[in-house]
């Protein structure tokens, strides 16, 4: 049994759909969103738990370097191994198809080999669907701001190990959106359960904040090869 302190941390990808007050009001479904993210600030609780889950057991066991100087920023952890098990839990088609691109993509680094397995239980990422959708409709603008993805990750803050995270995408607003876009906000959201921060807004990377327009960039393999340590 072994006593494991850790945090978990969410950090929230968020999609402002603005839409016409007029048009929101109608809820006309034809009007084409304009995407524009914003963040929530990361927020961090501090929970102690008993767990003696063989990640939680595999975590405790090395204080792991972090780099300091990455091109995209760190959150402060990482797994202790680059083979990682994911389970998927959402039978969603799109979302289901984005999950797996973002796994290929995140796989074609050559850097983590993310596999799927068929046991939650043994899962180190829980790739899930839900609806993030607590709307904070601003009247006035007629702006609306929805969740599109978030993940939330437990990790052990004296080895900076990585214990489990989970990255949910927004079924419903995500629904009218392009694979391709689907697959970017999914290789975003696992970018985060793979130990990534958000980078600095307009910088060419998966991990801005606001408005992801591209897959895993030159930048985001640097970081995730400098974070796991390997020079290839
Ligand atoms: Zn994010």
């Given at each position: 049994?072994?006593?494991?302190?850790?945090?978990?941390?969410?950090?929230?990808?968020?999609?402002?759909?603005?839409?016409?007050?007029?048009?929101?009001?109608?809820?006309?479904?034809?009007?084409?969103?304009?995407?524009?993210?914003?963040?929530?600030?990361?927020?961090?609780?501090?929970?102690?738990?008993?767990?003696?889950?063989?990640?939680?057991?595999?975590?405790?066991?090395?204080?792991?370097?972090?780099?300091?100087?990455?091109?995209?920023?760190?959150?402060?952890?990482?797994?202790?191994?680059?083979?990682?098990?994911?389970?998927?839990?959402?039978?969603?088609?799109?979302?289901?198809?984005?999950?797996?691109?973002?796994?290929?993509?995140?796989?074609?680094?050559?850097?983590?080999?993310?596999?799927?397995?068929?046991?939650r239980?043994?899962?180190?990422?829980?790739?899930?669907?839900?609806?993030?959708s607590?709307?904070?409709?601003?009247?006035?603008?007629?702006?609306?701001?929805?969740?599109?993805?978030?993940?939330?990750?437990?990790?052990?803050?004296?080895?900076?190990?990585?214990?489990?995270?989970?990255?949910?995408?927004?079924?419903?607003?995500?629904?009218?959106?392009?694979?391709?876009?689907?697959?970017?906000?999914?290789?975003?959201?696992?970018?985060?359960?793979?130990?990534?921060?958000h980078?600095?807004?307009?910088?060419y990377?998966?991990?801005?904040?606001?408005?992801?327009?591209?897959?895993?960039?030159?930048?985001?393999?640097?970081?995730?090869?400098?974070?796991?340590?390997?020079s290839?």
């Amino acid at each position: 049994m072994a006593m494991i302190k850790s945090l978990i941390v969410n950090a929230t990808l968020v999609l402002a759909l603005a839409l016409p007050a007029m048009a929101w009001a109608a809820d006309q479904p034809t009007v084409s969103p304009v995407p524009a993210f914003s963040v929530n600030a990361n927020s961090a609780t501090d929970q102690s738990a008993s767990d003696d889950s063989p990640q939680a057991i595999r975590a405790a066991k090395h204080q792991l370097y972090i780099p300091n100087k990455t091109p995209v920023p760190l959150e402060g952890y990482r797994w202790p191994t680059t083979r990682l098990k994911i389970y998927l839990a959402t039978r969603n088609r799109p979302l289901v198809a984005a999950f797996r691109d973002a796994v290929k993509a995140w796989n074609s680094t050559s850097v983590v080999h993310l596999t799927w397995t068929r046991h939650r239980g043994q899962a180190d990422i829980i790739a899930e669907a839900g609806d993030l959708s607590n709307g904070q409709p601003s009247p006035a603008v007629g702006y609306v701001t929805t969740q599109l993805g978030s993940t939330r990750s437990e990790y052990n803050p004296d080895t900076h190990a990585l214990i489990r995270a989970h990255s949910t995408l927004d079924a419903p607003h995500l629904e009218y959106t392009s694979r391709i876009f689907r697959s970017e906000v999914a290789q975003h959201e696992l970018g985060h359960a793979l130990g990534l921060a958000h980078a600095p807004q307009g910088s060419y990377s998966v991990m801005i904040p606001n408005n992801v327009r591209t897959g895993i960039t030159k930048a985001d393999r640097q970081t995730i090869r400098l974070l796991y340590g390997t020079s290839n």
